[in-house]
């Protein structure tokens, strides 16, 4: 798995280390399925595409990742993707990110290209859950401790 995750009550904090994959979407699914379940509500979820990943998923990633997003949606509140940086590769996948949520027919989904304003507009909806996730992800080393909570 090419993800680490942290989870606090309705709050799941994700981090990708390297390129999504087939396996990765199956595993997501399965976890928000049994977040969403232990939580007793629908999540409020903050995904990090570490800056250190540099290519993109491939073709068939995409689509696993077109079809499984729904589902993954309807267990959430909201979900805020993170591709963290300014540069034409991080705008190019934020850009890939939200064609995959248009064709999915994805809302409440956004995308943010810095930590702090994802976990800034999260925390707004389940403050004290986002934190302790984010903090137990921060702890366990899935970030570093620089982070500045925009807003």
């Known amino acids: 798995m090419s ?8 709050a799941l904090f994700l981090v990708w280390h390297t390129v999504v994959t087939l396996e990765d979407v199956a595993a997501a699914e399965q976890l928000f399925t049994a977040a969403r379940k232990a939580a007793g509500a629908q999540l409020v979820a903050v995904g990090v595409i ?3 990943v540099r290519s993109h998923p491939d073709a068939d990633t995409r689509a696993a ?16 993707v993170v591709a963290e940086g300014d540069d034409f ?8 990110f939200r064609a995959i ?15 702090g304003s994802a ?17 137990a992800a921060q702890h366990d080393g899935l970030i570093d401790g620089r982070v500045q909570i925009a807003g």
Do not use: N, W
């Open 3 to 10: 993800f680490r995750y942290k989870a606090s009550g309705r």
């Open 50 to 52: 570490s800056a250190h």
């Open 65 to 80: 990742m077109s079809r499984v997003m729904p589902t993954i949606a309807e267990k959430c509140e909201a979900i805020y």
């Open 89 to 96: 590769q991080r705008k190019l996948l934020r850009g890939l």
């Open 101 to 115: 949520l248009r064709v999915a027919g994805i809302l409440p989904m956004q995308m943010h290209s810095t930590v």
């Open 119 to 135: 976990l800034a507009a999260a925390g707004k909806l389940a403050p004290e859950d986002v934190l302790a996730a984010y903090e």
